[in-house]
């Protein structure tokens, strides 16, 4: 088992950036896809990006692509979330999850069993 911790968030101007960390303190990430997802007030939470185990294969959600990237470094057991040219509409808790990596890449929250306790990025106008 995994218990993703993530870190990194913050107050950040609208078109600034964030890098967001995702680690397992204790655990490793072997053998595990990440996913990244967040959950603005009043809103489900959403997909935003994944990665396999080996980082040969990402996914994004539509409204992220081109200004987010997913990566990991397994030697460090860390998952990262870059992000840039932010917009107040990113403002949510963002989530790290992990599931096994078996088969494609996934952007259904339920398929993931190991959640973080989120990290708030606030992005003001």
């Known amino acids: 088992q995994v218990q993703p911790v993530e870190t990194g968030g913050g107050l950040v101007q609208a078109g600034g950036s964030l890098r967001l960390s995702c680690a397992a303190p204790?655990?490793?990430?072997?053998?595990?896809?990440m996913g990244w997802f967040r959950q603005a007030p009043g809103k489900e939470r959403e997909f935003v990006a994944a990665?396999?185990?080996?980082?040969?294969?990402?996914d994004y959600a539509d409204s992220v692509k081109g200004r987010f990237t997913i990566s990991r470094d397994n030697a460090k057991n860390t998952g990262y979330l870059q992000m840039i040219s932010l917009k107040p509409e990113d403002t949510a808790v963002y989530y790290c999850?992990?599931?096994?990596?078996?088969?494609?890449?996934?952007?259904?929250?339920?398929?993931?069993?190991?959640w973080g306790q989120g990290t708030q990025v606030t992005v003001s106008s």
């Open positions: 999850a992990a599931r096994p990596s078996v088969g494609a890449l996934e952007r259904f929250t339920g398929s993931y069993g190991y």
């Open positions: 204790g655990r490793t990430f072997s053998g595990y896809a």
């Open positions: 990665i396999n185990w080996s980082g040969s294969m990402t």
